[in-house]
């Protein structure tokens, strides 16, 4: 049914990255002053690869700190990769890193300078690959100096850090195995050092730097690195300099012109350039070797050459990154992660074809959903990158579409799109974007994620904005999450008067309007929800004079059965919470529930009934009611319930049925007894594995145990009695006590 569902061994890792507090446990230090994390289960021990795995996925979810990191004890666990990207990490933190010996390191984003983190001996001689982009590792002397002990490094990665004219010098002439260096994004001002590893050098990139502008230096410099295979001198798209106005020409323009130079080059990334058609054709035509070449941002990529396969020119072989096809696009996103610029444009292009809807967008594609959640899960701070990247994502999992990828890569879609609306809760039509996403049956009823956190930014958003279609999505999407949450956390988004007061102020428009259409439900059954088991926002609920609100929708919308039934099923919500029910009993709203009770329709009719039985448990001395004797109730009650038939489907759903306790006491009157055991009698009968296994659980045998002892009861009582023992005896439900 499902494209691409996730494997055994990373389902099993992912589930102990979410329970590390019921798989480990704290151990003091009292030597190193800390806590340390450990396995419950002393004999645990996981491989190199399980190892590293479980890092990464700590480090992806943010979960990696110092406590963490201790879990990697080296009687547990073996390391040879260190991936520790985007980490609260101290000095203290990193010291476990001695104890592996490691050949690679991400720590992209780190704040411990490089000289203080101790790594044994093993580790400074053999490491090959370092990636400190975006780190404070580099940002004092020392630390550019203690790089010399690194003397086995290969690949290393300084982008976007303070590296410098000389700590370039410093870099090149102490790691004489050096072959792959990115030096983006830094303050290199000139590239002659690369002069000492000319002869190894098979990978520069130096997207944004400086020396990239000082076009004959740096010329003369790169014709003289004759290894190279991947060469990225790419620009992030102004092609202006900051200071002289002129375009900033492209420092190989001369050399793309001569064959002769970078015969060995598989790849070129000269996105950002302006660079002339005929330069890259014939660099193209002279270089069977390569096979990528990075223009987005440039006419180029949209030159015959380069996009028609009849074209003389065209190389078969040649991936493209820019913006005139599909394929150029894919190729962008998956080489330009990093890079907002590229793939802000990328994903705006990538949004036509998702909304035109193209035969290659007509049917599931995952492929692209995997290229996208990388850049956002990147550039979560990006506008741009954010507004494109969301609205992607919903042409992608809409409809047909959506219901073929897996569920663990539409959870990665809910928590990207959310973590969007949480940064930017201001920006409607990101907002618009992220509500069209989650306003799928599939994703909220299928898909595991944060439902509470989720329910809570709906909500914000509610509130945020007056319009029509961020209301329509937002009560929809909160009617559902509301009634998959738990009592503690509806209470908790009850309890915040502005979210009820949004809520009931829509109903009293639709009243106003006289509208009864799908917000106007949504809401009511939101409000339902949000109500059911929750006292606090029950009380909310009635502060905001939403009794007077209720009775006002019940005489607008009369006859109406689905407006009915939710008013009246959050209302019964009311009337379960002892504290309230006093402000129920008035005449007006009692004389109204009391003609409903006779409605039609069995559902409205149940609820009206419930709500009555709830107010009646209070005893007879708080019926405060002149107008309707308490004994002409209880009869009308005994009689209309006598008259149901038991329908077909189920016509409510309950969380507990601890409120039907109460009502089930012995000097409760007999018709109390009669609504509750037809109630739980109709529940268990149309899903006896949920409702019977509840009963069970609640203690609820016991309850109707003792009902039946009492003797004298109501002919249907008995009858109804006797289904649910049946019921109960004939499942799992029952011998489980």
């Given at each position: 049914?499902?494209?691409?569902?996730?494997?055994?061994?990373?389902?099993?890792?992912?589930?102990?990255?979410?329970?590390?507090d019921?798989l480990?446990e704290?151990?003091?230090?009292?030597?190193?002053?800390?806590?340390?994390?450990?396995?419950?289960?002393?004999?645990?021990?996981?491989?190199?690869?399980l190892?590293?795995?479980?890092l990464?996925?700590?480090?992806?979810?943010?979960?990696?700190?110092?406590?963490?990191?201790?879990?990697f004890d080296p009687?547990?666990t073996?390391?040879?990769?260190?991936?520790?990207?985007?980490?609260?990490?101290?000095v203290?933190g990193?010291?476990?890193?001695?104890a592996?010996?490691?050949?690679?390191i991400?720590?992209?984003?780190?704040?411990?300078?490089?000289s203080?983190?101790?790594?044994?001996?093993?580790?400074?001689?053999?490491?090959?690959?370092?990636?400190l982009?975006?780190?404070?590792a580099?940002?004092?002397?020392k630390?550019?100096?203690?790089i010399?002990?690194m003397?086995n490094?290969?690949?290393?990665?300084?982008s976007?850090t303070n590296?410098?004219d000389?700590?370039?010098?410093?870099?090149?002439?102490?790691?004489?195995?050096?072959?792959?260096?990115?030096?983006s994004?830094?303050?290199?001002?000139s590239?002659?050092p690369?002069l000492?590893?000319a002869?190894?050098l098979?990978?520069?990139?130096?997207?944004d730097?400086?020396?990239?502008?000082?076009?004959?230096?740096?010329?003369?410099?790169?014709?003289?690195?004759?290894?190279l295979?991947?060469?990225?001198?790419s620009?992030?798209?102004?092609?202006v300099?900051?200071?002289?106005?002129?375009?900033?020409?492209?420092?190989?323009?001369?050399?793309?012109?001569?064959?002769?130079?970078?015969?060995?080059?598989h790849g070129?990334?000269?996105?950002?350039?302006?660079?002339?058609?005929?330069?890259?054709?014939?660099?193209?035509?002279?270089?069977?070797?390569?096979?990528?070449?990075?223009?987005?941002?440039?006419?180029v990529?949209?030159r015959d050459f380069?996009?028609?396969?009849n074209h003389?020119?065209?190389?078969w072989?040649?991936e493209?990154?820019?913006?005139?096809?599909?394929?150029q696009?894919?190729e962008?996103?998956k080489?330009?992660?990093s890079?907002?610029?590229?793939?802000q444009?990328?994903?705006?292009?990538?949004?036509s074809?998702?909304?035109?809807?193209?035969?290659?967008?007509?049917?599931?594609?995952?492929?692209v959903?995997?290229?996208?959640?990388?850049?956002?899960r990147?550039?979560?701070?990006?506008l741009?990158v954010?507004m494109?990247?969301?609205?992607?994502?919903?042409?992608?999992?809409?409809?047909?579409m959506g219901?073929?990828?897996?569920?663990?890569?539409?959870?990665?879609?809910?928590?990207l799109?959310?973590?969007?609306?949480e940064?930017?809760?201001?920006?409607?039509?990101?907002?618009?974007?992220?509500?069209?996403?989650?306003?799928?049956d599939?994703?909220?009823?299928?898909?595991?994620?944060?439902?509470?956190?989720?329910?809570?930014?709906?909500?914000?958003?509610?509130?945020q904005?007056?319009d029509?279609?961020?209301?329509?999505?937002?009560?929809a999407?909160?009617?559902?999450?509301?009634?998959k949450i738990?009592?503690?956390q509806?209470t908790?988004?009850?309890?915040i008067?502005?979210?009820?007061?949004?809520?009931?102020?829509i109903?009293k428009?639709k009243?106003?309007?006289?509208?009864m259409?799908?917000?106007?439900?949504?809401?009511l059954?939101?409000?339902?929800?949000?109500?059911?088991?929750?006292p606090?926002?029950?009380k909310?609920?009635?502060?905001?004079?939403g009794?007077?609100?209720?009775?006002?929708?019940?005489?607008?919308?009369?006859?109406?059965?689905?407006?009915?039934?939710?008013?009246?099923?959050?209302?019964?919500?009311?009337?379960?919470?002892?504290d309230l029910?006093?402000a129920?009993?008035?005449?007006?709203?009692m004389?109204?529930?009391s003609?409903?009770l006779?409605?039609?329709?069995?559902?409205?009719?149940y609820?009206a009934?419930g709500i009555?039985c709830h107010?009646?448990?209070?005893?007879?001395?708080?019926?405060?009611l002149?107008?309707t004797p308490?004994?002409?109730?209880?009869?009308?009650l005994?009689k209309r319930?006598?008259?149901?038939?038991?329908p077909?489907?189920?016509?409510?759903?309950?969380?507990?049925?601890?409120?039907?306790?109460?009502?089930?006491?012995?000097?409760?009157?007999?018709q109390?007894?009669l609504?509750a055991?037809?109630?739980?009698?109709?529940?268990?009968s149309?899903?006896?594995?949920?409702?019977?296994t509840m009963?069970?659980?609640?203690?609820?045998r016991q309850?109707?145990?003792?009902?039946?002892?009492?003797?004298?009861?109501?002919?249907l009582?008995?009858e109804?009695?006797?289904?649910?023992t049946?019921?109960?005896?004939?499942?799992?439900?029952y011998?489980?006590?």
């Amino acid at each position: 049914m499902y494209d691409s569902p996730k494997l055994l061994q990373d389902a099993c890792v992912n589930f102990i990255s979410n329970n590390l507090d019921d798989l480990c446990e704290e151990l003091a230090c009292p030597e190193e002053a800390k806590v340390k994390l450990t396995f419950k289960t002393p004999e645990v021990y996981l491989h190199r690869h399980l190892s590293e795995l479980l890092l990464r996925i700590l480090t992806e979810k943010g979960l990696l700190d110092d406590k963490v990191l201790s879990l990697f004890d080296p009687a547990h666990t073996t390391l040879q990769s260190a991936f520790i990207s985007n980490s609260r990490l101290t000095v203290s933190g990193l010291r476990v890193l001695r104890a592996h010996n490691l050949l690679q390191i991400d720590a992209k984003c780190l704040e411990v300078p490089l000289s203080d983190i101790n790594l044994n001996s093993w580790t400074l001689s053999h490491l090959h690959s370092l990636n400190l982009a975006s780190s404070k590792a580099l940002d004092n002397v020392k630390s550019l100096i203690s790089i010399r002990a690194m003397q086995n490094i290969v690949s290393l990665n300084v982008s976007d850090t303070n590296l410098n004219d000389q700590g370039l010098g410093i870099v090149v002439n102490s790691l004489s195995r050096l072959e792959n260096l990115d030096i983006s994004s830094t303050q290199v001002s000139s590239i002659v050092p690369l002069l000492q590893c000319a002869a190894r050098l098979k990978s520069l990139s130096a997207y944004d730097v400086p020396a990239t502008h000082e076009n004959e230096t740096t010329e003369t410099v790169l014709a003289t690195l004759s290894e190279l295979r991947f060469l990225d001198i790419s620009d992030s798209g102004g092609n202006v300099h900051p200071l002289g106005g002129q375009e900033v020409k492209c420092p190989v323009k001369g050399l793309l012109e001569r064959p002769e130079h970078f015969q060995q080059l598989h790849g070129l990334e000269l996105s950002g350039r302006n660079v002339s058609d005929d330069a890259v054709r014939k660099f193209v035509q002279h270089h069977p070797k390569l096979q990528f070449l990075g223009l987005m941002l440039t006419d180029v990529c949209f030159r015959d050459f380069l996009v028609d396969p009849n074209h003389p020119c065209y190389n078969w072989q040649l991936e493209v990154a820019g913006e005139a096809s599909e394929a150029q696009l894919l190729e962008s996103l998956k080489r330009h992660t990093s890079r907002a610029a590229y793939a802000q444009k990328a994903l705006y292009n990538l949004f036509s074809l998702t909304k035109e809807m193209t035969d290659d967008f007509k049917r599931a594609r995952l492929d692209v959903i995997k290229l996208i959640l990388p850049v956002m899960r990147r550039h979560p701070q990006q506008l741009g990158v954010q507004m494109a990247a969301t609205a992607c994502l919903y042409n992608l999992t809409k409809g047909d579409m959506g219901s073929k990828v897996h569920p663990c890569w539409l959870r990665q879609v809910v928590e990207l799109t959310m973590l969007a609306m949480e940064n930017f809760p201001t920006h409607l039509q990101l907002q618009k974007n992220s509500l069209l996403t989650l306003c799928s049956d599939r994703i909220l009823q299928e898909v595991t994620f944060d439902k509470f956190h989720c329910a809570h930014l709906v909500m914000e958003c509610l509130c945020q904005f007056d319009d029509n279609l961020v209301r329509r999505m937002a009560v929809a999407i909160c009617s559902i999450l509301a009634a998959k949450i738990s009592t503690t956390q509806t209470t908790q988004l009850g309890s915040i008067p502005r979210y009820m007061q949004r809520l009931l102020a829509i109903v009293k428009e639709k009243i106003e309007d006289r509208a009864m259409d799908v917000i106007m439900t949504f809401t009511l059954s939101a409000l339902w929800n949000l109500t059911d088991e929750s006292p606090v926002t029950c009380k909310v609920v009635l502060d905001e004079d939403g009794l007077a609100l209720f009775i006002n929708v019940l005489h607008t919308f009369a006859g109406e059965k689905a407006i009915e039934t939710k008013v009246l099923g959050l209302v019964s919500n009311l009337a379960e919470v002892k504290d309230l029910r006093n402000a129920l009993m008035r005449d007006d709203f009692m004389g109204l529930i009391s003609d409903l009770l006779f409605a039609e329709n069995i559902d409205v009719s149940y609820f009206a009934a419930g709500i009555l039985c709830h107010i009646i448990s209070d005893g007879p001395d708080c019926w405060t009611l002149q107008d309707t004797p308490l004994d002409t109730i209880l009869q009308r009650l005994e009689k209309r319930v006598c008259e149901w038939e038991n329908p077909q489907g189920e016509m409510v759903a309950y969380r507990s049925f601890k409120p039907f306790f109460r009502l089930l006491q012995a000097e409760m009157p007999r018709q109390l007894h009669l609504w509750a055991v037809w109630a739980i009698y109709h529940v268990c009968s149309k899903n006896p594995t949920r409702y019977c296994t509840m009963l069970v659980e609640e203690g609820g045998r016991q309850v109707l145990e003792e009902l039946v002892t009492l003797g004298n009861h109501h002919p249907l009582v008995e009858e109804k009695l006797g289904k649910i023992t049946e019921l109960l005896n004939a499942g799992p439900h029952y011998k489980v006590l």
